[in-house]
């Protein structure tokens, strides 16, 4: 057992964002590492915006994840966990007054009875003089009579937190290295609590952290210049500064901050376009770190053994989709096949309900298909492209696609007659795709067509698609029966076409 404490503490203001996961992760993966315990802290002072479904998308998302906590509020039927609850903030309001009104004693944190007009104004003159936009002290010293004169005229104070003047607060960031941020930045004395009695983020993640014992905060950078109020409020609250590790910035191909109007940002929509979690995990995990080799496929438990903070990095981590499709495809592949029959049938059905599929295929079926398909999904989603067209009654080729580049409507007619004569042989005597293809090859051979031109023509005719797994696997997967007929079709729609453009 080591003293590591470590947190995520998202709000649930909205649905899990890529970025939250990331950090959870780097603190589940820092904490199961060092034997550590990771707390699931829910901040959730912000009533107006927090809801139930933000709450349930993040805790389902952090489960697909397999992202689990050792300390946790009660979710659905789990209880609590953990000795240092309870681990939603709004159950703690009664622990931030407590907090507040030590300050308060100790002359750390006073009432401030400034209007929001008031306030405005004082920052309208200093953005008019070129000063620093910053609370201009004038409550840190009211007296009594002072403060009953604001009392009296019904006034209700925020608190405020004393902030020194011109000290420089110096951390060394496990990532960043040395910090140093003047007082001067952090815009004059803090509100810790509104006038309505609820505590502020600052306030609140410092007294939490404290009363929890968090040994190392773990956290994007966007909250590095927040670090020096926290460091502050623990120094007041006469405990220890955990350390800081501020991961980098998720960026947008172009380089700017990941937003969720440039970037798909929610993982549910990465769970819905069929990424799996051992593919999304490994591709979080480098987003911002790696193993110094060129190891990129790397299960959780790899991923527990090897992270290290040390070796994460200081530069913002661009978002690549292709890479993580990529990623995600090499799990797949490495997916037993029972499990991942069992993983492709909710986006088969989703392909019924779409009515892109006429019937839902058997597990048997899925199963047979798995060695065309595997190696090609880089999202399961993927799996009604490349292999719906085998669950559709009537295919209806469009003529467009039926017609190679290079061929017009008569020679496409006479090359899938061929075709058909010579498939129809073939079957007769044996249906598998190196049968197929060796006289179908021979008869390109012999009219001196192109492969590329008789091909495609037949696999649009058969699957009603220009990329499709491997053709005469394709066709053997259709059936004898099946693919004839649809040849068949083809040929007959390509011949009401020749008649009426003649
Ligand atoms: N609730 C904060 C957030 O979601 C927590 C930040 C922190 O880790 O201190 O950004
Ligand atoms: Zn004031």
């Not at 770190?289 to 438990?301: D, M």
């Not at 799990?331 to 096949?337: D, F, G, K, M, S």
């Not at 719906?388 to 496409?412: E, I, M, N, Q, Y």
């Not at 010579?422 to 001196?448: C, K, N, Y």
Request: hydrophobic residues 40%; contains cysteine.
């Amino acid at each position: 057992m080591t003293d590591i404490r470590v947190r995520i503490a998202p709000s649930p203001t909205g649905p899990l964002h890529l970025g939250t996961a990331r950090t959870a992760l780097f603190n589940f993966l820092f904490a199961r590492h060092t034997g550590g315990t990771f707390i699931f802290r829910l901040e959730d002072t912000d009533q107006a915006r927090s809801s139930v479904e933000f709450e349930r998308d993040i805790l389902d998302g952090l489960h697909w994840l397999g992202i689990t906590w050792d300390e946790g509020p009660a979710v659905g039927d789990e209880p609590e966990r953990g000795t240092f609850g309870p681990y939603r903030q709004m159950a703690r309001v009664a622990r931030y007054a407590e907090a507040a009104d030590r300050l308060l004693a100790e002359g750390k944190a006073y009432y401030c009875y400034c209007t929001p007009a008031e306030l405005d104004a004082e920052r309208k003159r200093q953005e008019e003089t070129h000063e620093p936009t910053r609370y201009n002290g004038r409550c840190a010293n009211l007296t009594l009579a002072e403060r009953a004169a604001f009392e009296a005229e019904g006034r209700r104070p925020v608190v405020r937190f004393r902030v020194p003047r011109s000290r420089v607060i110096a951390f060394d960031d496990m990532i960043r290295g040395h910090v140093e941020i003047d007082t001067d930045a952090l815009g004059g004395d803090l509100v810790i609590v509104r006038s309505d009695g609820t505590p502020l983020y600052h306030f609140t993640v410092a007294v939490d952290d404290a009363a929890m014992a968090i040994s190392h905060v773990i956290r994007g950078e966007d909250h590095l210049s927040n670090t020096p109020k926290h460091i502050l409020l623990f120094e007041a609250l006469g405990v220890a500064v955990p350390r800081f590790a501020h991961l980098p910035l998720i960026l947008n191909p172009d380089r700017t901050k990941m937003s969720k109007r440039k970037s798909q940002t929610a993982v549910a929509d990465y769970r819905a376009q069929g990424f799996i979690p051992e593919g999304f995990v490994n591709y979080l995990a480098l987003l911002g770190w790696s193993t110094g080799t060129e190891e990129e496929v790397l299960s959780s438990a790899e991923l527990v053994e090897k992270f290290d903070l040390a070796t994460v990095n200081k530069a913002g981590a661009v978002f690549d989709r292709e890479r993580l499709e990529w990623l995600n495809g090499q799990w797949i592949r490495r997916l037993p096949p029972d499990d991942l029959v069992n993983r492709l049938r909710p986006f088969l059905q989703a392909e019924a309900d779409a009515g892109r599929i006429d019937w839902l295929p058997t597990d048997e079926e899925i199963r047979s298909l798995l060695p065309v398909v595997q190696e090609r999904l880089p999202v399961l989603a993927k799996v009604g492209e490349l292999i719906g067209f085998l669950f559709v009654k009537d295919l209806d080729p469009d003529l467009a696609l039926l017609v190679p580049k290079r061929w017009d409507v008569a020679t496409t007619s006479v090359g899938l007659e061929a075709a058909r004569r010579t498939i129809a042989a073939t079957g007769e005597v044996a249906w598998e795709a190196e049968e197929i293809e060796a006289p179908l090859r021979r008869l390109v051979e012999d009219r001196g067509w192109k492969a590329g031109d008789l091909f495609m023509a037949i696999r649009v005719a058969v699957t009603g698609r220009t990329a499709t797994p491997p053709l005469f696997d394709t066709m053997v997967a259709l059936g004898y029966e099946r693919t004839l007929a649809r040849l068949d079709r083809a040929i007959e729609k390509l011949g009401a076409q020749a008649a009426s453009s003649t």
